[in-house]
Structures are given as C-alpha cells and as structure tokens.
C-alpha cells in the first residue's frame, strides 16, 4: 500500500505583517459565524432582537476584561451573523520597552488581540454547545477581521458606524451574502 501524502497547507495570514497586536491601542474587530449564518438574532425595522445565541455571545464579549484585565471594552454590536467590536488594550507593562512579541501561526501571545478573540470564540462555542446539549460544526468561520484604530476621528467614525449598523443592515455586505444562500 502507498503512504498517503501528506500535504502541508500553509494559512496565509491577514494580519498586519511585523505588527505587535498586544501593543496598547484600540481595535476594531468583526467576528463571523460560519458561512454567515444568522444564528445571533434578527433585525426587525432596524431594530437588532438577540436570540438566546446572540445572548450567549454578549455575554462572552462582556467577559472579555474579566478574563484579559488590560483589555477595555467600547461600542459593539452584535449582527445576525457578525460581531462588530472595539477593543482597547492598556499598557500594563510599566517598562519603557520590551521585547517584540510578534504572534506566529500556533504560537499565541498572551494578551494579543488574536489571543482575545480566540479565547472569545472558544467560549461562545463551549456554552452554546452546553445550551444545544449537542456539538455542532463550527460556529464561527476561521478567521476575523481587525483594524488598526490610529487616531480619535477614526474612532468617531467606526463608533457611528458600529452604532447605526442595525439600521443598515439591508445595506450590509455581510446582509447581502445571507439572501444569497
């Protein structure tokens, strides 16, 4: 019998490249659910309604400064099939310098934004699975957006757009991409 060959794929990464993601700074991240189903609630007249899995996921997001005590919370939302969020982190080092804590691919970095998020699905899944009393396939899709929030007008801009995206929902990409399937 012939071994099977194995193949080695390699994730091409999305990120900034060279960027420290556990640097203080705030973020802007957008989380999906696997094929953007809309599994976290509906959105009635512009109006988002939550159900008992997008209750899970607020909670989950509000936990995330209990868990990463440098991580502040800002605006959020959460879509039928996406999370909107910021997230500051503070730096709580009190040195003037350290070393580069670049993350590499199954290398996390304690307290880095892709740390944050992975923690953040990872719980999501695991109450949602104890709510269905059931493992399902994923419910998030592999990877998330992030942005890089550099100054104060970038911020007003992505909290106004992060407040009256309900209102645009029917506009959304990520709207558009449900009606299709």
């Known amino acids: 019998m012939m071994p099977e060959k194995t193949i080695i794929r ?10 420290d993601y556990s640097d203080a700074g705030a973020y802007f991240v957008t989380i999906c659910t696997q094929n953007r189903a809309c599994l976290l609630g509906q959105i009635v007249d ?14 989950c997001w509000q936990d995330i400064p209990k868990h990463f005590t440098h991580a502040h919370l800002d605006e959020y939302i959460i879509m ?10 503070a730096n709580d080092s009190g040195t ?4 580069p804590t670049i ?34 396939k994923p419910l998030w899709q592999r990877n ?10 970038k911020l007003h801009s ?11 929902w029917e506009l959304d990409e990520l709207y558009s991409v449900t009606q299709q399937g």
């Open 144 to 153: 998330y957006w992030e942005h890089i929030i550099r100054d104060d007008e």
């Open 46 to 59: 512009g109006v988002l309604h939550v159900n008992n899995v997008g209750r899970i996921v607020q909670q």
């Open 103 to 136: 993350e590499q691919f199954g290398q996390p970095v304690p307290g880095s934004i892709p740390t944050i998020v992975r923690s953040f699905k990872s719980a999501v899944t695991k109450n949602f699975n104890k709510l269905c009393q059931s493992h399902i």
């Open 10 to 19: 390699h994730r091409r990464s999305i990120r900034l490249q060279g960027y």
């Open 80 to 89: 039928p099939n996406h999370i909107h969020g910021i997230i500051f982190i």
């Open 96 to 99: 003037a310098c350290r070393a």
């Open 158 to 168: 992505i909290r106004e757009y992060i407040h009256n995206n309900p209102a645009q």
